[in-house]
């Protein structure tokens, strides 16, 4: 049996510029960070000849076309799995619609799990880009490519994908104690509400290809990561969630349906509370909000953001690994 171990994610600011409606253009970028809540996968080779793979349903056939989830079929037909085997699934948080990257996690645990089954052990960039083409490629899913990124790879990092398909990973050197003052200063909540983010990814790629000024709109998002990376790394940090605010202002500009009334009431209300800059993360619309915010105004927020549950979470260093193999 094998377990593997893999971290959601957070983004900060660049959003939008994974899509390749937008990279094939112009170059993107993201900065953003794994951190310490998972999703687990156990892959177990299983007595007879079918297969077994069990989520928010259970599936048993002795037929690999015939498993519905098309992220475990096209995973197995990649990694040349037909029969006897058996696939579970857990997870620390909702598994639809979080907005941190569930998905994407699921498909680099899994991909981990059945090349160490096996016998085969990839890097955690490698695993990224194999998780890409099975989303993207193989199930059509309406998707960029930072999520496949910022899970399988741990710790803080910028992405920057090219024109012709690649993705550039750096680490922005940040010294412990300014990543703890970071890590202080952000605080999160679980809004209660999740949501499918197909219908408002595609729309947003709509847009990117067919609107030049949406497109000029996530090119100044994407010019936000260099001012972010700079802010953390050696400039003012208290100054981060100014920048998260200029990145939510541009990112609900792109497509209406990232926000809504409740979540605009919520924001504003953590901003006169004290918080500096904010954002729905993922494609929006609901899942999880997080704020940047003097540790000291963390109470009066989540006081006035009663309705909604506190997420407490740490940075996670390793990214995808297996954890447990027999």
């Not at 687990?40 to 690999?64: A, C, P, Q």
């Not at 992220?71 to 029969?83: A, D, F, Q």
């Not at 400039?235 to 981060?240: F, K, Q, S, V, W």
């Not at 202002?249 to 919520?266: C, F, P, Y």
Request: overall charge positive.
């Amino acid at each position: 049996m094998l377990v593997t171990k893999t971290p959601l994610r957070i983004s900060f600011v660049g959003g939008g510029s994974d899509m390749p409606s937008f990279y094939e253009k112009s170059e993107g970028a993201v900065i953003s960070a794994s951190i310490s809540k998972y999703i687990y996968l156990t892959v177990n080779k299983k007595f007879g000849g079918d297969i077994r793979v069990s989520y928010s349903k259970t599936e048993i056939t002795d037929d690999l076309e015939k498993i519905e989830h098309p992220i475990v079929r096209e995973s197995l037909k990649s990694c040349k799995i037909t029969n006897s085997i058996e696939i579970s699934s857990l997870a620390d948080i909702p598994s639809k619609g979080s907005g941190l990257g569930s998905s994407s996690a699921f498909t680099v645990g899994l991909l981990n799990a059945l090349y160490a089954f096996n016998g085969e052990y990839l890097s955690n960039e490698e695993l990224a880009y194999r998780a890409c083409n099975i989303e993207i490629n193989k199930c059509q899913e309406p998707i960029g490519k930072q999520d496949q990124f910022g899970t399988a790879i741990g710790g803080i990092k910028e992405l920057r994908f090219k024109q012709n398909g690649e993705v550039k990973v750096s680490k922005p050197l940040v010294s412990k104690e300014r990543l703890n003052f970071f890590s202080n200063n952000l605080i999160m909540f679980y809004t209660g509400k999740t949501r499918s983010a197909s219908k408002i990814l595609k729309q947003q790629s709509k847009e990117l290809s067919e609107n030049h000024k949406k497109h000029e709109i996530v090119k100044e998002m994407v010019n936000l990561v260099d001012s972010f990376r700079y802010e953390l790394t050696q400039g003012d940090i208290n100054n981060l969630g100014h920048i998260l605010h200029e990145n939510w202002i541009r990112k609900t500009s792109i497509v209406k349906d990232i926000t809504n009334s409740w979540i605009n009431d919520a924001y504003n209300l953590a901003i006169a509370s004290g918080a500096t800059g904010g954002k729905i993360l993922g494609a929006g619309n609901g899942g999880f909000f997080l704020f940047i915010a003097p540790p000291y105004k963390h109470r009066e927020i989540i006081t006035k953001l009663e309705k909604m549950e506190k997420f407490n979470f740490t940075f996670d260093q390793k990214g995808t690994q297996v954890v447990y193999k027999d």
